[in-house]
């Protein structure tokens, strides 16, 4: 079955501190992976796709098909990074196009 | 260009009323999409549209109706709301329905009583 697992549900970080935020996923095929993020009070927007392969407000994230992971990476956290982070595959399903995603993880960026 | 348009923002019903959510889009999008967000469930899709007359279920259907009549406009009707349903609820659209960026509206907060 296609899934999406992100694991942790709260990471709470000081700021200056490495963030990772993991997202394994499940799907036989070759699927497009993103990371979403939603900031307080805002509406959910597209920060990174694995075909990109660009860092957006320094984060990184790089697509390993043999662990079958997308884990979303920052150097040093900032507090402005605290928001919920969807990771989102996207792929063919019986003819058909759909998005799955994870249940999100919530950072905290702590001062 | 307004995006992606949702209204109403804040809705509380009772238990069995029916309501419509308005979804709206001006980019000419082809692929549209409701989705419920819930504490520790994530994101699910509901209903999806891959063009206009053209509607197909998502994961969690039951007591949503959908239709796309224009490729502009994507509405999702409760039909007689229940607490469950009680969520905030996102539409997105996209250029196309091969995987790309989706463009998520403001959402609706829904409370039934």
């Known amino acids: 079955a296609q899934r999406v697992t992100q694991p942790e549900k709260l990471l709470s970080v000081f700021k200056g501190a490495p963030v990772e935020l993991k997202c394994n996923y499940s799907?036989?095929?070759?699927?497009?992976l993103f990371w979403y993020v939603q900031y307080s009070r805002q509406r959910l927007q597209l920060l990174l796709r694995?075909?990109s392969r660009e860092s957006i407000k320094g984060f990184t994230a790089d697509l390993n098909k043999g662990e079958t992971s997308f884990h979303l990476k920052k150097p040093f956290a900032q507090e402005e990074d605290s928001a919920m982070y969807y990771c989102?595959?996207?792929?063919?399903?019986?003819?058909?196009?759909?998005?799955?995603f994870g249940t999100g993880t919530r950072l905290k960026v702590l001062a | 260009n307004a995006g992606v348009t949702q209204t109403p923002k804040f809705q509380v019903l009772k238990t069995g009323q029916s309501m419509t959510l308005q979804c709206a889009q001006d980019?000419?999008?082809?692929?549209m999409s409701w989705y419920r967000q819930d504490p520790g469930m994530g994101l699910r899709l509901i209903h999806y549209?891959?063009?206009?007359?053209?509607?197909d279920q998502g994961e969690v259907p039951n007591g949503y109706n959908v239709s796309r009549s224009t490729t502009e406009d994507f509405p999702l009707r409760l039909l007689s709301a229940a607490p469950s349903q009680t969520s905030v609820y996102f539409c997105?659209?996209?250029?196309?329905?091969?995987?790309?960026?989706?463009?998520f509206g403001p959402g609706t907060r829904l409370t039934v009583t």
């Open positions: 549209s891959v063009g206009a007359g053209i509607t």
């Open positions: 997105a659209s996209s250029y196309t329905p091969a995987g790309g960026e989706q463009y």
């Open positions: 989102a595959l996207s792929g063919r399903t019986s003819g058909t196009y759909k998005y799955i």
């Open positions: 694995h075909i």
């Open positions: 980019m000419n999008h082809e692929y």
């Open positions: 799907y036989s095929g070759s699927p497009e």
